[in-house]
């Protein structure tokens, strides 16, 4: 083949290869369009209080419970009470069959007795000795011994007597009467058990159910940031209002290693809630004012990262931002946002970085 010859076969090879490739289709850029429809809601400056949740129980308030023990080992005479009855100060609760007591009581009073007519007697002696000495038959000495005798009569019959009204008030623990208005929350024996004299082997409980409170267990974490006087909350049912609490009382010292300490709450209103209930709390903790606050469904937490979308020209931005405290509806934007900007409520997740929104505002 000629020199010609050749170049032509190799242009005609070049244009097959050519042609080949142009006609193979070109890969296409997929754009997608779709608007993704949101709600919206605006940043705004406003204040907003930390919230401590914590459980606890119903009990009932220092001064409002009432457990009956027996004074010693004892067998119960009359017990008329029964559990849910209503008591009223004064009434007989329990009544005690302690024969030692009874016995003691009926000596101490044997002692007085005597020690009653000891002091008749050295009285009546001194009388004797003066007027002896008066007519100058006795010495001074005997006059002297008289006075002494009475003396000694005189204390013993003061000890008999103390010896007696410590036995009476002993006898008088026999018979337990109720200390204020309540109800028997509790009943463990009848009349004619054998009970101990041990905080193990309760006869009774008596409660005032007026004067109830709640003893939350805090996490010793939260526990600076509880103040006494501080309001708090009953959280009960879905749909239900909470119960106003207020906190009364916080430990004053803790022991080292505790995870978690108590807390009293008193009801700022009457509860129909019964002693031994298990609750949840909410307390109120320290208050930001001034700052910038967002709804608390328009941050997004992915593994470390704390983000939120700001609507701006129809695109869904995606903006970090740094948060302080919140509630159940709300966020505090301590960095990464502005008051006035218009975050993403609903609609945001899995949304891209640009994304074209159409945007509604949030339902109030």
């Known amino acids: ?41 605006a940043a705004r400056v406003g204040a907003i209080r930390a919230v401590i949740h914590a459980t606890g129980i119903v009990e009932p308030a220092p001064g409002a419970s009432l457990i009956v023990t027996a004074p010693e080992a004892a067998r119960i005479a009359e017990i008329p009470k029964a559990e849910g009855d209503r008591v009223r100060r004064g009434d007989l609760l329990v009544r005690f069959e302690i024969p030692s007591l009874n016995a ?17 007697n050295a009285r009546a002696s001194q009388a004797r000795a003066h007027d002896l000495f008066d007519r100058g038959v006795a010495a001074r000495k005997e006059v002297e011994d008289a006075d002494r005798a009475l003396s000694d009569a005189g204390a013993a019959l003061d000890e008999a007597r103390a010896g007696r009204s410590a036995s009476e ?81 916080r430990p004053a010292a803790v022991e080292a290693g505790t995870a978690s300490v108590p807390v009293r709450l008193a009801f700022v209103a009457p509860t129909n809630l019964a002693a031994g209930t298990p609750v949840q709390v909410e307390i109120d903790g320290e208050e930001s004012a001034n700052v910038v606050l967002v709804p608390a469904a328009a941050v997004v937490h ?32 301590r960095s990464g946002l502005k008051a006035g900007e218009v975050v993403i409520t609903h609609g945001q997740s899995g949304l891209p970085d640009g994304a074209a929104v159409s945007t509604a505002p949030a339902e109030k």
């Not at 003691?104 to 008749?120: H, T």
């Open 1 to 41: 083949m000629t020199p010609t010859g050749r170049s032509l076969a190799l242009a005609s090879a070049a244009c097959v290869v050519i042609s080949a490739a142009c006609g193979r289709a070109a890969p296409e850029e997929i754009v997608t369009k779709t608007v993704v429809p949101v709600t919206i809601e």
């Open 104 to 120: 003691a009581a009926a000596g101490k009073s044997a002692e007085v007795s005597r020690a009653e007519a000891g002091l008749q």
């Open 169 to 249: 008030m002993l006898s008088d623990r026999a018979t337990v009467r109720a200390t204020f208005d309540g109800i028997v929350a509790q009943r463990s024996h009848d009349p004619g058990d054998l009970v101990e004299a041990s905080a193990s082997d309760p006869v009774m409980r008596v409660i005032d159910p007026r004067r109830l409170e709640i003893d939350a267990s805090v996490p010793i974490s939260d526990i600076s940031r509880i103040v006494e006087g501080a309001s708090a909350r009953l959280i009960v049912s879905a749909g239900s209002r909470p119960e106003a609490l207020k906190v009364v009382s």
């Open 302 to 333: 992915e593994g470390d990262q704390i983000f939120v979308f700001v609507a701006a020209g129809g695109k869904a931005q995606r903006r970090a931002i740094v948060i302080g405290l919140t509630d159940a509806e709300r966020a505090e934007v």
